[in-house]
């Protein structure tokens, strides 16, 4: 039993950072007076808990109301800044999710205990860097916005045009300003010239932050922000809670990826989770993207345009009709490509949005098909002798024949970028074919090794899945082709066209980049009428946004509307179905004038029966927090069906 220590007449309300619900709330402790001087809102702590002492951060210090006997803090660790402890009780509200699991974003890694080894730098120099009139009148816009108090802008043009130079005369009018800066990517390894280039503008004061540090690293990393040794940060999404001192400009590139949603608990989007920071704060959000979302073009009120590309033009495109060319996967008008490229030289990227060789295997005979055990989907097939589970990883060997039926007569269906690979390979023999998907990435020193040998050669294919449409900046690229553009179309999901709309017009960026001759798309379609795929190919990104936006005005869906979603999930179909329906029917009378959508089943996904319910309303916070208390309510009874329920404000998927 710890001794009694005298206080100082202060009370302290702590949030333990323990993540059970049981404890998602507030307890108060007396400060002992030799911690009086060092506690303040924000202060991490030590407390008893219980039997335990765990961490907690303060709320809030008070004068005692009266003759309470409460229990002491026991030690001071750190702080957190207010601004950032006002951003995880935001948080917390707005995903339905508890305080601790929030402060936890917010909370830096601790220091490393001695100084570390000096990493190499691999940066290149500077490059020099006119801007053009369309560009510093967006640098100038922008500079108008932070002196006029503003939050947010939407800086939007072709791939090409110049917006990270934007970017970074924005920062560093800030830094002049004695202000700093953060700016999020999508994914930190796929966008390796991003952090190259502000380092090589800004030097020693840029820190960048993502998964692949070690926790040294990354805990120098925030021990450097803290302390105003770094004033840029260069991360993804959890770049966005560093602790900047003086926060001026956050930028959000490639703002309409999905990358930006983070999928477990507390489930929030960075983008939103920006725009609350830049508020709170008084910094400048400025949302860039070739494809911006329909939320951003809708909801942003002031837009920057930069229309054309900086030193070239964008490439030609070309649509090819699967229907009538045949050869799919590759086609004439593609073999035709790639064979200049093979005798000429050159670089080119095919984008196959399904990994694998193929997406099944079939029996001729008895119409068999496999699929995994564990979840309501078909085994793709990955070389010639196994066939894998995209969602559970779950594996088996391919059969030598059927055993339904003792046929040997399997066909493959559909293609997948490892069949296309070995396609490529046999047919180019002069080549290098490089592959870039899921499979690769998840490879020690991927993707970025694959990265580098495609720039460093001089015949070049590289064939992916969306990972080879994300940004990169690869000189010497004549030819891109999609070679299945509905291939993200066939999912009952509202966003389905402006998720294929971006892929198809980011992939036909990558061509033609300043420097290089113009380049050449294909885009290889079943129906090359249909309304996205002829926008894409002519660029038309307004003209395709004004049209979304008409349609989801109609239907209900965001930015009219925002969606709140609940996930029940159960061993057996019958129990997810039946909580499902009780919650449902819970939670309707509260929700008011909100629609109610479901419950509807999904797909069995690692051995857990699974069913949904959305709610299409105007107060998601209302709604979540209707969720959140049916859930804590009846906790006892999921427990005891074995079945979990989770709530998504925003969901960005629904499978």
Same mark, same amino acid.
């Given at each position: 039993?710890?001794?009694?220590?005298?206080?100082?007449?202060?009370?302290?309300?702590?949030?333990?950072?323990?993540?059970?619900?049981?404890?998602?709330?507030?307890?108060?402790?007396?400060?002992?007076?030799?911690?009086?001087?060092?506690?303040?809102?924000?202060?991490?702590?030590?407390?008893?808990?219980?039997?335990?002492?765990?961490?907690?951060?303060?709320?809030?210090?008070?004068?005692?109301?009266?003759?309470?006997?409460?229990?002491?803090?026991?030690?001071?660790?750190?702080?957190?800044?207010?601004?950032?402890?006002?951003?995880?009780?935001?948080?917390?509200?707005?995903?339905?999710?508890?305080?601790?699991?929030?402060?936890?974003?917010?909370?830096?890694?601790?220091?490393?205990?001695?100084?570390?080894?000096?990493?190499?730098?691999?940066?290149?120099?500077?490059?020099?860097?006119?801007?053009?009139?369309?560009?510093?009148?967006?640098?100038?816009?922008?500079?108008?916005?932070?002196?006029?108090?503003?939050?947010?802008?939407?800086?939007?043009?072709?791939?090409?045009?110049?917006?990270?130079?934007?970017?970074?005369?924005?920062?560093?009018?800030?830094?002049?300003?004695?202000?700093?800066?953060?700016?999020?990517?999508?994914?930190?390894?796929?966008?390796?010239?991003?952090?190259?280039?502000?380092?090589?503008?800004?030097?020693?004061?840029?820190?960048?932050?993502?998964?692949?540090?070690?926790?040294?690293?990354?805990?120098?990393?925030?021990?450097?922000?803290?302390?105003?040794?770094?004033?840029?940060?260069?991360?993804?999404?959890?770049?966005?809670?560093?602790?900047?001192?003086?926060?001026?400009?956050?930028?959000?590139?490639?703002?309409?990826?999905?990358?930006?949603?983070?999928?477990?608990?507390?489930?929030?989007?960075?983008?939103?989770?920006?725009?609350?920071?830049?508020?709170?704060?008084?910094?400048?959000?400025?949302?860039?993207?070739?494809?911006?979302?329909?939320?951003?073009?809708?909801?942003?009120?002031?837009?920057?345009?930069?229309?054309?590309?900086?030193?070239?033009?964008?490439?030609?495109?070309?649509?090819?009709?699967?229907?009538?060319?045949?050869?799919?996967?590759?086609?004439?008008?593609?073999?035709?490509?790639?064979?200049?490229?093979?005798?000429?030289?050159?670089?080119?990227?095919?984008?196959?949005?399904?990994?694998?060789?193929?997406?099944?295997?079939?029996?001729?005979?008895?119409?068999?098909?496999?699929?995994?055990?564990?979840?309501?989907?078909?085994?793709?097939?990955?070389?010639?002798?196994?066939?894998?589970?995209?969602?559970?990883?779950?594996?088996?060997?391919?059969?030598?024949?059927?055993?339904?039926?003792?046929?040997?007569?399997?066909?493959?269906?559909?293609?997948?970028?490892?069949?296309?690979?070995?396609?490529?390979?046999?047919?180019?023999? !002069?080549? /290098? +074919?490089?592959?870039?998907? %899921? $499979?690769? &990435?998840?490879? #020690?020193?991927?993707?970025?090794?694959? @990265?580098?040998?495609?720039?460093?050669?001089?015949?070049?294919?590289?064939?992916?899945?969306?990972?080879?449409?994300?940004?990169?900046?690869?000189?010497?690229?004549?030819?891109?082709?999609?070679?299945?553009?509905?291939?993200?179309?066939?999912?009952?999901?509202?966003?389905?066209?402006?998720?294929?709309?971006?892929?198809?017009?980011?992939?036909?960026?990558?061509?033609?980049?300043?420097?290089?001759?113009?380049?050449?798309?294909?885009?290889?379609?079943?129906?090359?009428?249909?309304?996205?795929?002829?926008?894409?190919?002519?660029?038309?990104?307004?003209?395709?946004?004004?049209?979304?936006?008409?349609?989801?005005?109609?239907?209900?869906?965001?930015?009219?509307?925002?969606?709140?979603?609940?996930?029940?999930?159960?061993?057996?179909?019958?129990? !997810?179905? /039946? +909580?499902?329906?009780?919650? %449902? $029917?819970? &939670?309707?009378? #509260?929700?008011?004038?909100?629609?109610? @959508?479901?419950?509807?089943?999904?797909?069995?996904?690692?051995?857990?029966?699974?069913?949904?319910?959305?709610?299409?309303?105007?107060?998601?916070?209302?709604?979540?927090?209707?969720?959140?208390?049916?859930?804590?309510?009846?906790?006892?009874?999921?427990?005891?069906?074995?079945?979990?329920?989770?709530?998504?404000?925003?969901?960005?998927?629904?499978?």
């Amino acid at each position: 039993m710890r001794a009694r220590r005298a206080r100082s007449g202060l009370i302290a309300r702590v949030h333990p950072l323990v993540t059970a619900r049981a404890v998602d709330r507030a307890f108060d402790y007396a400060v002992p007076a030799e911690l009086a001087d060092r506690v303040a809102a924000g202060s991490i702590v030590r407390v008893p808990l219980g039997s335990r002492e765990v961490d907690g951060v303060v709320d809030s210090l008070d004068e005692p109301a009266g003759d309470e006997r409460l229990k002491p803090l026991i030690d001071v660790t750190g702080r957190v800044p207010l601004p950032l402890l006002e951003l995880a009780g935001w948080i917390a509200e707005q995903t339905a999710s508890t305080m601790a699991r929030a402060i936890a974003l917010v909370i830096p890694p601790r220091p490393p205990r001695r100084a570390l080894r000096a990493v190499e730098s691999q940066t290149a120099g500077d490059r020099v860097v006119t801007l053009t009139d369309v560009q510093q009148r967006a640098v100038d816009e922008c500079l108008a916005a932070i002196e006029d108090g503003s939050h947010e802008v939407l800086l939007h043009g072709v791939t090409g045009s110049g917006k990270t130079e934007v970017y970074l005369r924005v920062i560093e009018e800030a830094l002049g300003r004695d202000r700093g800066a953060i700016v999020l990517v999508p994914e930190i390894a796929l966008t390796p010239q991003t952090a190259s280039r502000f380092e090589a503008r800004f030097g020693e004061t840029v820190a960048v932050l993502h998964s692949a540090l070690t926790p040294a690293r990354r805990g120098e990393a925030h021990r450097r922000i803290a302390a105003g040794e770094a004033r840029v940060v260069v991360g993804a999404r959890s770049a966005i809670f560093a602790a900047m001192p003086d926060l001026g400009v956050i930028v959000v590139d490639e703002e309409h990826d999905t990358s930006y949603k983070h999928e477990s608990d507390p489930r929030y989007d960075a983008r939103r989770v920006a725009a609350k920071r830049a508020r709170l704060e008084g910094a400048l959000v400025i949302y860039g993207s070739a494809t911006p979302r329909p939320e951003s073009w809708h909801g942003i009120a002031q837009r920057i345009e930069l229309p054309g590309r900086v030193g070239g033009e964008l490439p030609a495109v070309e649509l090819v009709d699967l229907r009538r060319d045949g050869g799919y996967p590759l086609t004439r008008p593609l073999r035709d490509a790639l064979g200049e490229i093979e005798d000429t030289g050159g670089r080119a990227i095919l984008l196959q949005n399904r990994r694998g060789s193929a997406s099944a295997i079939h029996c001729r005979s008895c119409a068999r098909s496999w699929r995994c055990p564990r979840c309501d989907v078909s085994l793709s097939l990955h070389g010639s002798a196994r066939l894998v589970c995209h969602h559970c990883g779950y594996e088996e060997r391919v059969p030598r024949a059927c055993p339904a039926c003792g046929s040997v007569d399997l066909t493959r269906i559909g293609s997948g970028t490892r069949a296309v690979e070995e396609e490529l390979a046999e047919r180019y023999p !002069a080549l /290098e +074919v490089l592959r870039l998907d %899921a $499979d690769v &990435a998840a490879r #020690a020193g991927e993707p970025e090794a694959t @990265l580098a040998r495609f720039r460093e050669s001089r015949r070049a294919v590289l064939v992916g899945t969306q990972l080879v449409a994300k940004g990169h900046d690869v000189p010497g690229v004549t030819l891109a082709a999609v070679l299945d553009a509905e291939t993200g179309m066939a999912v009952p999901d509202f966003r389905a066209e402006e998720r294929t709309f971006a892929l198809l017009t980011q992939l036909a960026g990558r061509p033609g980049r300043p420097g290089d001759p113009r380049g050449r798309v294909l885009i290889q379609a079943w129906d090359p009428g249909s309304r996205v795929v002829e926008l894409a190919a002519r660029h038309a990104v307004g003209e395709f946004l004004e049209g979304e936006l008409e349609r989801r005005r109609e239907l209900g869906y965001p930015p009219f509307a925002r969606i709140v979603r609940l996930l029940v999930a159960a061993p057996v179909p019958r129990t !997810a179905a /039946e +909580v499902a329906e009780v919650l %449902a $029917d819970a &939670a309707r009378p #509260a929700l008011g004038g909100d629609q109610l @959508l479901g419950p509807a089943p999904l797909h069995r996904l690692r051995d857990r029966a699974r069913s949904h319910l959305l709610v299409k309303t105007s107060e998601p916070r209302r709604a979540a927090a209707v969720f959140r208390g049916l859930l804590r309510d009846l906790s006892a009874d999921l427990r005891r069906a074995h079945a979990t329920a989770v709530v998504d404000v925003d969901p960005q998927s629904f499978g």
